[in-house]
């Protein structure tokens, strides 16, 4: 029976569309979760609290039954927020594909909103172009333009527009081109207004997004709540992530995927951790539902579901995201939007290769009917190449915990390392291969049990070999002509100890990116191939070896 | 019941009102001139200096704001370029030495279409105490417009069709059902209909009507404002019964719709049913998602723990009986309470 008294804590993550609380305790010396629930945000605390005392009620001491709400409410709370409104940003530039993109991405994978892009090459016309910035309402206005060393002309009088459109607002400016005008920028501007920020775009052939990410970064804190900066879910979310490194010393791939947000953390194997937060980058982002949007998203998903509805669908999600999929179709969209999402927020410059574990957050994973439906979304999405786990964070635990002061996240982090993330299984994932053939033959060793396989895999296919939480194997890997891993190696055979989860290990041979045909009815076999190989119930294991 | 709307400003526009003044839809908040078609003006030559040494030369930095015959650039020897025209100064181009120079065109007004008063003016917006009813609905799109409310269907459930559209219904906010084809809705802006309220609208005429509208303004052949709010989903979805009976009853109200920001005002007009998340045991529900979407009944009972719904979620769930008699369980998440009836509006 579960000991309750003061030692309980509240956890809570709140979302814009949905609340996660999870309610620790202490069992038998260890803290544990004795307590979860979620549900939309505007339902409110109270009733958060309610839920999770009916949920704690018939495994607490009957003494404290009709105290628990007051308990709970109580309860010292550690909690993370996503924030009230996104940052929004004008930007700038003399190309819209080159320094404009640059800075686009990286303002973008800073957090901010680009409410006005406007670009040299726009195809508006010049009044067009300042009538909109004019209109424009921004927290900041980002330039960028001219590659290192030049004097283009053209990023002055794209500077020039927005002098002209800022008028007397205070806005602060960030100047991300060529650092030769950097003087002349400023001097169109009132004393003091301009930052000037290394260029993201210094030539034509490089790109270096790193310095403005980071100083836009560091002026959106100042920007949206100053004042908890370290209780905004992306940056609670990426300080956990750094401590689980620190702690197992792996290379982490996090992302939470949200509705609104998404944040991709990688975190090094050392406790530093780089993040990308996409203001508009969850399930209701505007790029679901804007043109192609919709097709992009059928396009991945086995289900036959007309584009048509696919389309009121994602615009019914974003119109009401904390509303839940009733029907099969309506889970079929959203976990295709999902898969679109992850892969749409790792396409940029974090990649997922070579990362020892991938940890999906985010209620779409958390909710996900079956574990291998979270596995899917996360392996379809990031397509992580080599050999790595896969785990979620089912009780919504690293934001809250990732708010904590820097000398409280490890111990916290320790104290719940039990229940901190769901397994699902480990991701076994190579590329090239001959179509058709076999590109890899797996091997599973258990210490006791009889070793399964050689295992062949396909080029193209993908197998479950189950492994359950807590049991660990050897795997074997002999690839084949033109397949890889991705390690530097080029040997042709591998070694690598898995974890298993609720999935199991994952054999994926479909390359990254996957290629699917195109003709439509062809497509969706394929896909639907995939689905039903990840869903399928296991194969019961061979008996135990005497 | 009282609200505050803030309507945004752009910059350069000279505000027309004062705090606590009152003002009426067809008023002009402010006066705004845009930019027009810019005029090159020689610099680099007239000063007979080379384009980059000109540049040097300027007295007012681009960007700036010039009067018509002001100095623009002087040199050393005293030769002047004055600006012909009053304008903005847009760029200097340091390879051809010319100015560019965009005059301001004539004064538009920025109508408020809206009732109320003014209860704050900032260097971005101005805001408005209205004082009416608000309905926020859940999509919506174009300007904001003003007009009287008329009801041009006799179901909630009922399509607004393109002949429900007609002279009488110009300048009006035209409240339709469950949905509108992109026809009706390109009839309706033809026909100068002000707005369109609609309970559902498929994604796909939407895009339709969008598309029709960006060709023609492409052309030059849009003129007016023209405003859509969406109030309970994608799709074909109808209005709520209550929320339609509240419609007819306040037919011919003005009211004001910003389609952008998903709302509507109706002026001397009693509260809308109201809308809550998380509704009680004996409350009167509307479904939020497919296969219920739009239609509403009683909520008789809560399932115990958790539920799984067809789709495999595990979802606290409710009994809803329909008005169609039949009790189902629905995920709580996708319903909202609503009041019985509009008569339960009072104020």
């Not at chain 1, 994978?109 to 892009?117: D, M």
């Not at chain 2, 309220?197 to 029709?212: H, N, P, W, Y």
Request: net charge neutral; proline share 7%.
């Amino acid at each position: 029976m579960t000991s309750v008294g003061s030692e309980l804590a509240l956890l809570v993550d709140v979302g814009s569309a949905w609340t996660k609380g999870t309610l620790i305790s202490r069992v038998r010396g260890s803290w544990r979760i004795v307590a979860h629930g979620a549900q939309p945000t505007d339902w409110g605390d109270d009733e958060l609290v309610r839920r999770l005392a009916s949920a704690l009620r018939p495994s607490a001491d009957p003494r404290l039954a009709r105290d628990l709400e007051r308990l709970i409410a109580a309860a010292p709370r550690i909690e993370c927020h996503t924030s009230v409104r996104p940052a929004r940003l004008a930007l700038a530039s003399v190309s819209r594909d080159v320094s404009g993109a640059a800075a686009r991405r990286a303002a973008e994978s800073a957090g901010w909103l680009i409410v006005e892009n406007a670009s040299a090459d726009d195809g508006r016309a010049l009044t067009d172009r300042l009538v909109a910035l004019q209109a424009a309402e921004v927290d900041a206005w980002l330039l960028s333009g001219g590659f290192e060393g030049a004097h283009a002309d053209q990023a002055l009088e794209m500077t020039a527009l927005v002098a002209a459109a800022r008028g007397d607002r205070r806005e602060p400016v960030i100047w991300a081109g060529s650092s030769r005008l950097s003087h002349e920028v400023a001097g169109l501007f009132e004393p003091g207004a301009v930052s000037t920020v290394a260029n993201p775009r210094p030539s034509p052939e490089r790109e270096d997004p790193g310095p403005l990410r980071i100083y836009l970064e560091a002026l959106l804190s100042r920007t949206v709540e100053p004042e908890s900066a370290r209780h905004l879910s992306p940056v609670s979310f990426r300080r956990a992530l750094a401590q689980l490194s620190r702690e197992t010393e792996l290379r982490i791939m996090g992302i939470d995927l949200g509705a609104r947000f998404a944040t991709v953390v990688l975190a090094d194997g050392r406790g530093e951790a780089e993040s990308r937060v996409f203001a508009r980058g969850g399930l209701t982002a505007a790029a679901l539902t804007a043109p192609g949007g919709p097709g992009r998203v059928t396009r991945g998903m086995p289900e036959p579901i007309d584009e048509l509805t696919v389309a009121d669908t994602l615009q019914n999600l974003g119109a009401r995201p904390a509303t839940l999929p009733q029907t099969e179709e309506d889970l079929a969209v959203l976990h295709g939007a999902a898969r679109h999402q992850l892969a749409s927020v790792v396409a940029d410059d974090l990649r997922a290769d070579g990362i020892d574990l991938l940890v999906g957050a985010g209620r779409v994973m958390a909710a996900a009917p079956r574990p291998a439906m979270a596995a899917q979304m996360l392996i379809d999405g990031v397509r992580p190449l080599g050999v790595t786990a896969l785990a979620i964070d089912g009780g919504a635990l690293l934001g809250p915990l990732g708010s904590l002061e820097d000398g409280e996240i490890g111990e916290g982090m320790a104290s719940l390392r039990e229940d901190l993330l769901v397994p699902l299984g480990t991701a076994v994932i190579c590329r090239g291969g001959r179509s058709g053939h076999v590109a890899m033959r797996v091997t599973l060793h258990r210490s006791g049990w009889p070793s399964i396989g050689p295992i062949e895999v396909r080029s193209g296919q993908l197998q479950i070999v189950p492994l359950g939480a807590g049991q660990f194997a050897e795997l074997e890997i002999s690839l084949e002509e033109g397949a890889s891993l991705g390690t530097p190696r080029r040997s042709r055979r591998a070694w690598a100890e898995v974890s298993g989860g609720s999935v199991g290990v994952i054999l994926d041979a479909r390359g990254v990116p996957t290629s699917v045909p195109r003709r439509a009815e062809d497509r969706r076999a394929v896909l639907a191939a995939w689905r039903d190989a990840m869903l399928r119930e296991p194969p019961q294991p061979a008996p135990r070896a005497r | 019941m009282s609200f505050s709307h803030r309507i945004p400003i752009p910059q350069g526009s000279q505000v027309s009102v004062s705090i606590g003044e009152e003002v009426r839809p067809d008023q002009e908040l402010a006066r705004r001139r845009n930019p027009i078609e810019p005029e090159i003006v020689p610099v680099a030559g007239p000063l007979r200096r080379r384009p980059e040494v000109a540049a040097g030369l300027l007295l007012r930095p681009p960007g700036a704001f010039v009067e018509a015959g002001e100095p623009i650039a002087q040199a050393s020897d005293g030769r002047q370029v004055l600006s012909p025209v009053a304008g903005l100064l847009l760029a200097y181009s340091r390879v051809d030495g010319n100015a560019v120079i965009s005059p301001l065109g004539p004064d538009e007004p920025i109508l408020a279409h809206i009732s109320g008063r003014v209860s704050a003016i900032d260097p971005t917006a101005i805001t408005i105490e209205v004082q009416g009813a608000a309905l926020d609905g859940v999509g919506g799109t174009g300007e904001a417009v003003h007009g009287e409310l008329i009801v041009s269907v006799r179901d909630p459930g009922e399509e607004l069709r393109a002949a429900a559209i007609d002279t009488g219904s110009t300048g009006k906010i035209v409240v339709g059902g469950s949905r509108a084809s992109a026809e009706t809705l390109t009839r309706a802006r033809a026909m100068g209909v002000a707005g369109i309220v609609l309970g559902g609208v498929l994604d796909k005429e939407l895009r339709d009507f969008a598309a029709i509208q960006r060709r023609r303004r492409d052309v030059g052949g849009l003129a007016g404002s023209f405003g859509l709010l969406l109030v309970e989903g994608f799709g074909k979805v109808g209005l709520d019964a209550g929320l339609f009976a509240w419609f007819e009853r306040h037919s011919g109200h003005m009211a004001s719709l910003f389609g952008a920001e998903h709302r509507l005002y109706v002026y001397d007009a009693t509260r809308p049913p109201l809308r809550r998340s998380l509704p009680s045991l004996g409350d009167r529900v509307i479904a939020h998602r497919r296969p219920f979407q739009g239609r509403s009944g009683q909520l008789v009972g809560f399932v115990d723990g958790l539920h799984m719904t067809p789709s495999g979620i595990l979802a606290r769930t409710a009994l809803v009986r329909f008005e169609d008699g039949r009790t189902t369980p629905v995920p709580l998440a996708n319903l909202e309470a609503t009041d019985r009836s509009e008569s339960g509006s009072g104020d």
